[in-house]
């Protein structure tokens, strides 16, 4: 163990009657709260404030640049009548769900992949994170123009393969909408998860895999009964991380759709954009924006709980 | 020792899925690259092949550039992200020292709220936010974005130079505070000089966080003099329904570089930090 030198700091202390204040700085208490005390109070006034300060927002009438004044649940019950808002639901669960769904299986995959020994493997590995390092808006743009109704590079090479003119609208189609802006979330974030989970596969001692082989264990078998519970806690810990972000996701359905068509992808983030930022109500969107907290807060703990064990 | 059979089996059991995630991951910027060098009588014609050029043109990369304020927004992002970033290092470190080496009441408490922090999204704080800066007066300044990036990054950094921190061996602070060595002075002399890698890391990140922010950059600055890259290419390079795709993936391709480089420059430290930010915590 390690030896700490409190004692003799405080016993040397003790006598004296003043107490010098370099020896009250030196205490870990106090040099802690000190050393803490800007970064927490920064915090506090621009995450803390803000959180209170959107809570009570959303039980406001509270047009742009209007005092606001007190309303209660409406906004929630108003939230609640509205279709669009249902569908916003509906589609922030499917996207979340089928985005991390892919990301998983494909990060998995891309992983396996990656965890064999060939040449040029650093340069293959820096190579595929770039969808996830440039910055998404940019990425998205180009996606936008592949995608382009009149233009598409997508479709001209499909339609180069046998596909009939003119090609789907990928989109300008409600379904298609959504299954594209899934695709380029999925694009752009399983990287993340094939990188992450290659280091958590390059842990396994290779023994347990001889080990299972000796045993008759074929490579399926390997790969279920090895490989897999050993990533598990790497595979939950970005699986979490990775829900949080979409679920809340905002710039790739702005750029792409801008939520529609006919709010097809219209998510929790772009329509409380839309409602606060587009039509001036900030109490209706703060409410919106707000009805994300409760799915998200328990992800948030679950996964904080989840770091704070490991 | 590789015959001609593993060769084979070497092919199909790497390159090909390898090959497969290589191509779907970086076509979208060659097809930026080439629609950005190739005229527009090339762009929209739909008789050509459209994966290869045959005059290519440097009029786009021109096009931006004078017409338009790129050169600004790429200066503002990177005063942007590098302010941010060093404030958020700094703070960062504030944090993550006291929660890694001393022991104090509250401390696992603070240690949760920073984490819980790091991973709360933007949309649920983006508008009371954007009102808290009308009243303080910030629309449109950079102060602005530099003052609210570091509610992401501060934590972020706090949480992973935490998990860098305790890798540390603690021997040399130990024997600084024998010799008398006040807290303060152990942290800067001899603690922080030993955690270089982390900040690489954790600056690495926070930098490329700080370049692809777009919601508070959209709501805050306005003004074409003070948009970021991100914001001024969506807001201004997409006029009403006309598309200028030419530009726009020069724009997109020239915005993506800094953020491009410095990760080639530093990805051992920035897969390191992606592994360990997530995995150890």
């Not at chain 1, 003799?8 to 020896?23: D, E, K, N």
């Not at chain 1, 965890?115 to 820096?126: E, G, I, S, T, W």
């Not at chain 1, 994300?292 to 992800?299: E, I, R, T, V």
Request: glycine share 8%.
């Amino acid at each position: 163990m390690t030896i700490r030198s409190e004692p003799f700091a405080a016993v040397a202390a003790l006598p004296r009657r003043s107490v010098s204040i370099g020896a009250w700085l030196d205490r870990q208490g106090v040099f802690s709260w000190l050393m803490m005390a800007v970064p927490l109070l920064f915090l506090a006034g621009f995450v803390g404030y803000p959180f209170v300060y959107g809570i009570l927002l959303s039980l406001q009438d509270r047009p742009v640049a209007k005092a606001g004044h007190f309303i209660g649940l409406d906004n929630f019950i108003k939230d609640f009548h509205d279709p669009i808002f249902w569908r916003v639901a509906v589609n922030t669960f499917v996207y979340t769900g089928a985005a991390t769904l892919l990301k998983m299986v494909g990060g998995l995959g891309l992983a396996l992949a990656m965890n064999q020994d060939f040449r040029m493997k650093n340069l293959v590995r820096a190579l595929l994170l770039l969808p996830f390092i440039v910055p998404t808006v940019l990425s998205t743009v180009a996606w936008l123009w592949m995608l382009d109704p009149a233009f598409s590079v997508v479709n001209r090479l499909l339609i180069g393969l046998g596909l009939p003119r003119p090609g789907p609208s990928w989109l300008g189609n409600p379904a298609l909408a959504m299954f594209s802006i899934i695709m380029i979330n999925t694009w752009r974030g399983l990287p993340f998860y094939g990188i992450t989970l290659l280091a958590g596969l390059q842990t396994v001692p290779p023994e347990l895999y001889e080990a299972a082989t000796i045993d008759g264990a074929g490579g399926w078998q390997r790969f279920r009964y090895v490989t897999l519970p050993l990533l598990k806690p790497i595979i939950l810990i970005v699986t979490l991380f990775s829900v949080i972000f979409t679920f809340a996701d905002f710039q790739l359905v702005y750029v792409l759709t801008h939520g529609g068509p006919q709010n097809a992808t219209q998510l929790f983030a772009t329509y409380a954009f839309d409602i606060a930022m587009g039509a001036g109500q900030l109490g209706l969107g703060a409410s919106v924006a707000l009805t994300m907290l409760p799915a998200l807060a328990l992800l948030i703990v679950a996964l904080t709980l989840y770091l704070r064990r490991t | 020792m590789v015959t001609g059979r593993s060769r084979a089996e070497q092919v199909v059991r790497v390159w090909l899925p390898v090959g497969f995630f290589l191509v779907v991951a970086l076509f979208p910027f060659y097809w930026m690259a080439i629609t950005s060098i190739k005229p527009n009588s090339e762009l929209y014609n739909r008789q050509l092949m459209p994966l290869l050029i045959r005059n290519p043109t440097l009029k786009h990369y021109i096009d931006l550039l004078s017409q338009t304020h790129f050169l600004l927004w790429t200066w503002n992002t990177m005063l942007v992200a590098v302010t941010s970033t060093a404030i958020s290092l700094v703070l960062g470190v504030m944090l993550a020292y006291p929660l890694a080496r001393m022991r104090f009441a509250g401390a696992g408490l603070i240690a949760m709220t920073v984490a819980a922090i790091y991973l709360v999204p933007q949309p649920l704080l983006f508008i009371p936010l954007a009102d808290l800066i009308n009243r303080l007066d910030l629309g449109n300044t950079l102060t602005a974005v530099i003052l609210t990036y570091p509610t992401m990054l501060v934590p972020f950094c706090a949480w992973l130079l935490l998990g860098y921190f305790k890798t540390v061996p603690m021997e040399l602070e130990e024997a600084a505070r024998i010799d008398g060595a006040s807290r303060l002075q152990t942290m800067r002399r001899i603690f922080l000089p030993l955690c270089v890698p982390g900040f690489i890391s954790a600056g690495i990140f926070a930098f490329t966080l700080s370049q692809n922010e777009f919601l508070y950059a959209l709501i805050f600055l306005t003004k074409s003099a003070v948009r970021t890259v991100p914001v001024g290419v969506i807001a201004e390079l997409i006029r009403g329904d006309v598309f200028y795709w030419g530009q726009l993936m020069a724009g997109a391709l020239l915005g993506s570089i800094p953020v491009a480089l410095i990760y080639s420059f530093f990805v051992e430290h920035y897969v390191a930090g992606l592994t360990s930010g997530s995995v150890k915590g």
